[in-house]
């Protein structure tokens, strides 16, 4: 097992203005981390190769976790699929490059759980990366992350570089995206109750893509951040690894969580004209949980916290 990432490290987040950035900066801080960076876009635009190299020199951090990303629900994916593989593909090949020409002791690479094939056996294990067609929906995004979790390889074999990737489940918690047009499945669940629940007197009924029937497991955001630490700190392979709490919940019975806390009186209307996306995603993490790590937060605790953020930060 490696040694423990030194609490005095100086230690680089990308992405940490978003929801899963902040939440690894509320982890480490609360870790002891005292030496922790997290530019902002207007002081470093990572998908600039120039600007990067100019940054790492400057700063030379000696651990990455790198968590930016352009993301987005269903429709995002749909109507933006150039925007989000450009966007995805820059943003790893130029902190990638940067940390291995400044030696970087030891880079994290959060990749997505959407890398796995459409019809992938379930639950899905690292080795099935590559093993079949993608889900059409969001496939630009996750050949881009299908490429960083590969460059971690490269680097690796190349170089040397102690770079490896943690491939995500569906996460949701404080700091997420709530904007209809682009959010993932809770918080655009949570969105639409609330706005629901602020109607008037009458029929209440939120309208829902698809049919209810996939499964989708979900994590919250600083579960994920906890899992995160765990790897840095214990994790000595060099492939991949799947971040998740090894359940998941039909679409149909997370709305119905959803709606007991936002809006019980609402009706839920499945728009059965609308895409479903993958059928079911639900990761094997028998590889983190052999560190030692496991899930803290329940789902229906993770729900009621995320919506009482969503109150006092967005409603």
């Not at 496991?294 to 993770?302: E, F, H």
């Amino acid at each position: 097992m490696p040694s423990p990432i030194p609490r005095d490290a100086k230690v680089l987040v990308t992405g940490g203005r978003g929801m899963v950035g902040s939440a690894l900066l509320r982890r480490f801080r609360a870790e002891g981390f005292a030496n922790l960076l997290a530019p902002t876009r207007d002081e470093v635009d990572l998908r600039d190769q120039a600007a990067v190299d100019a940054w790492f020199d400057r700063q030379r951090p000696k651990v990455v976790v790198h968590a930016a990303g352009t993301v987005g629900g269903i429709e995002a994916n749909r109507t933006r699929p150039a925007e989000f593989l450009y966007d995805n593909l820059m943003l790893h090949a130029t902190v990638m490059r940067a940390a291995w020409r400044t030696g970087v002791r030891r880079l994290l690479y959060l990749g997505s759980s959407c890398v796995y094939p459409r019809d992938c056996p379930q639950p899905m294990r690292e080795e099935h990366l590559l093993s079949g067609p993608l889900e059409p929906t969001n496939d630009a995004y996750a050949i881009a992350k299908i490429a960083g979790v590969k460059a971690c390889d490269a680097y690796r074999r190349q170089h040397g570089c102690d770079f490896f990737a943690a491939m995500p489940t569906n996460l949701y918690g404080p700091g997420d995206n709530f904007d209809p047009q682009n959010s993932h499945v809770v918080a655009g669940m949570i969105q639409k109750f609330h706005t629901c629940r602020q109607q008037g007197s009458g029929r209440r009924s939120v309208a829902l893509w698809g049919t209810g029937a996939p499964r989708r497991e979900l994590m919250h955001v600083d579960d994920l951040a906890d899992a995160c630490l765990t790897l840095l700190d214990r994790y000595e392979g060099a492939g991949p690894v799947n971040v998740g709490v090894g359940v998941d919940t039909a679409v149909s019975e997370l709305a119905e969580q959803v709606r007991s806390i936002v809006c019980p009186d609402a009706t839920i209307d499945y728009d059965t004209t609308k895409p479903d996306g993958a059928p079911r995603k639900l990761l094997d993490v028998s590889r983190l949980e052999s560190l030692g790590w496991r899930s803290r937060i329940p789902l229906a605790d993770g729900l009621r916290s995320t919506y009482e953020w969503f109150l006092e930060n967005e409603a």
